[in-house]
Every structure is written in C-alpha cells, then in structure tokens.
C-alpha cells in the first residue's frame, strides 16, 4: 500500500473511532492543516484507488495532530512516521505538568510503543487500547467524590443507564459477533448487532460497563468503525424500558429499527441517516 494512502487510513481510523468528548485536530500551520484536512475528506467521501497529494505540492509535510479530552491539562501530541512508530514520535502536551508528571507519562509511552509494533496501524493501537483508556482513568480519579446524601437525594443523582451506537462498514466476521455476545454477558449488556451491510451495533447497561464494551469493539479490526455516541440513556416508560433485554443479532436494518421503536429510541439510529424514521 502506497505510504501516503496507509497514513491516511490509519489517521481515518483514529479520528472515525474516537470515544465522545475525545477531540481530534491537525497541529499544523493553517495551510497545510487545511491539505490533510482535504485528503482525510476525500478518503472519507469514498474516492476509489490510492489518494496522491496535491499536485502542486511536492513536499507534503509531517502530519501531526494532537488527541484531547475536555478539561484535561494533559493531551497527546503524535508525528504520523513513514517508518516504525519510535518514542520520538509521541509527545505528552500540558499546561504546567511537572517534571516527575511526565517522566511517568514517558514511561507508559515507551512501554505501549514496544506493544504495538507489529500492528498494521500501531498509532491507532497506541492511543485506543493504551494512552487514551489512562487519560480517562486519570481524569476520573481527580474528580472530586460527592459525599451521600439521603436515600432520596442518592436515588435522584444516580448514574442510571448508558447507551451506545457504533456502525461499520460491515459486519460479518463469526469471531467478531461471537466475542461481542460473550461480552454483552459478562457485562450485563443488552442490545443487538445488525449483521451484514452496513455492521450495526447498540450496547445498552451501566455506564462502566458499556465503556468497556465499545473499548472491547474499538480493538478490534474495523473498516470505518465509527461511535456514533456513548451516552446517558433518557427516561422512558417502564413498559418501553424492560423490551429487549437481551443480546441478539439481527440481519436487516428494518429490524434494528424496530428493536429501537419498541423502546422508544428509533430517532437514535435515525438522525444518523440509517433508515426512516416512522414518524
């Protein structure tokens, strides 16, 4: 694969794969920012054979982008390589982070590198299956803790369910259906897969857990995997809420649908283009 064309597609990976709140963007100068920018697009627009760069550009420069969470005063900083992925490629950016700070996170990088170098798309590896999973758990454990209140008060702050949507191009792999079926029941989820064309996926179930179910997915090998969102489930009536308590795969998008029209949540596939609504 020309090398030009395989950057892009690893860059596609990360960017289509980011977790909610997770921000993608070029560290460039404006112009040639803008010229990634473009090739990305192009990739993403589905132009068919190798994407070349511009042909007035003869010296396409080093694409390097930054991955940040909101709120974090760390965030990655990656130098896409023509080779192997090295140390050198990979920054730990702040604001006032001491020097012990990142000498730590220097450590975990290196220790990671030395994990995915026999990846096909080791950045994508780096910064799904190891970097960003610390960066969270990081920024979780300096939130502060709320102390319990009455069990009333307890009740109305509770985390409730979460939900999330993934699509793919397609879904077909029987390893692939059969690892997500045995973590929907290790993790309590409930939901489906839409096999086929394109690859649905709906995870339902406790925030923590749906986490690690879409981590689980994202590390796996996907052509344009996309998260579609991971978020707090909205209320429903109880009767809507206890339909489809169960992991099951489905063939047709109209029966995807239909799982999601039965509890009330038909407009979350919808609004990303995927069937038509009833209403």
Same mark, same amino acid.
């Given at each position: 694969?020309?090398?030009?064309?395989?950057? %892009?597609?690893?860059?596609? *990976?990360? @960017?289509?794969?980011?977790?909610?709140?997770? &921000?993608?963007?070029? #560290?460039? /100068?404006?112009?040639?920012?803008?010229?990634?920018?473009?090739?990305?697009?192009?990739?993403?627009?589905?132009?068919?054979?190798?994407?070349?760069?511009?042909?007035?550009?003869?010296?396409?420069?080093?694409?390097?982008?930054?991955?940040?969470?909101?709120?974090?005063?760390?965030?990655?900083?990656?130098?896409?390589?023509?080779?192997?992925?090295?140390?050198?490629?990979?920054?730990?950016?702040?604001?006032?982070?001491?020097?012990?700070?990142?000498?730590?996170?220097?450590?975990?990088?290196?220790?990671?590198?030395?994990?995915?170098?026999?990846?096909?798309?080791?950045?994508?590896?780096? %910064?799904?299956?190891?970097? *960003?999973? @610390?960066?969270?758990?990081?920024?979780?454990? &300096?939130?502060?803790? #709320?102390? /319990?209140?009455?069990?009333?008060?307890?009740?109305?702050?509770?985390?409730?369910?979460?939900?999330?949507?993934?699509?793919?191009?397609?879904?077909?792999?029987?390893?692939?259906?059969?690892?997500?079926?045995?973590?929907?029941?290790?993790?309590?989820?409930?939901?489906?897969?839409?096999?086929?064309?394109?690859?649905?996926?709906?995870?339902?179930?406790?925030?923590?857990?749906?986490?690690?179910?879409?981590?689980?997915?994202?590390?796996?090998?996907?052509?344009?995997?996309?998260?579609r969102f991971v978020e707090r489930v909205e209320p429903v009536c109880s009767q809507a809420a206890n339909i489809g308590n169960e992991w099951v795969e489905v063939q047709?998008?109209?029966?995807?649908?239909?799982?999601?029209?039965?509890?009330?949540?038909?407009?979350?596939?919808?609004?990303?283009?995927?069937?038509?609504?009833?209403?």
């Open positions: 694969m020309h090398q030009l064309d395989h950057q %892009l597609r690893e860059l596609q *990976l990360i @960017r289509c794969s980011l977790m909610p709140g997770e &921000l993608f963007s070029f #560290t460039l /100068p404006a112009e040639d920012a803008a010229i990634w920018s473009s090739l990305l697009d192009a990739l993403d627009s589905g132009v068919d054979g190798e994407i070349e760069p511009p042909a007035n550009d003869t010296s396409l420069c080093t694409a390097t982008f930054s991955i940040k969470l909101p709120g974090s005063p760390v965030w990655f900083e990656v130098q896409v390589p023509e080779g192997p992925i090295r140390r050198s490629d990979v920054f730990i950016r702040g604001e006032n982070v001491s020097r012990d700070r990142q000498e730590h996170w220097q450590s975990i990088i290196s220790q990671s590198i030395a994990e995915v170098q026999d990846s096909e798309f080791p950045i994508y590896e780096l %910064l799904s299956l190891h970097l *960003l999973p @610390r960066l969270h758990e990081r920024n979780d454990s &300096l939130r502060p803790s #709320t102390s /319990p209140g009455p069990p009333s008060e307890t009740h109305t702050h509770h985390p409730g369910k979460f939900h999330a949507f993934l699509t793919s191009h397609h879904l077909v792999s029987a390893t692939k259906r059969k690892l997500m079926k045995g973590w929907s029941s290790e993790l309590h989820i409930t939901g489906f897969a839409k096999v086929g064309y394109p690859g649905l996926i709906y995870a339902e179930g406790d925030k923590e857990n749906v986490e690690e179910f879409v981590r689980n997915v994202k590390a796996m090998n996907w052509l344009a995997l996309r998260v047709k998008i109209s029966e995807a649908l239909e799982l999601m029209r039965k509890k009330g949540r038909e407009s979350c596939i919808t609004k990303h283009g995927i069937g038509n609504s009833s209403k």
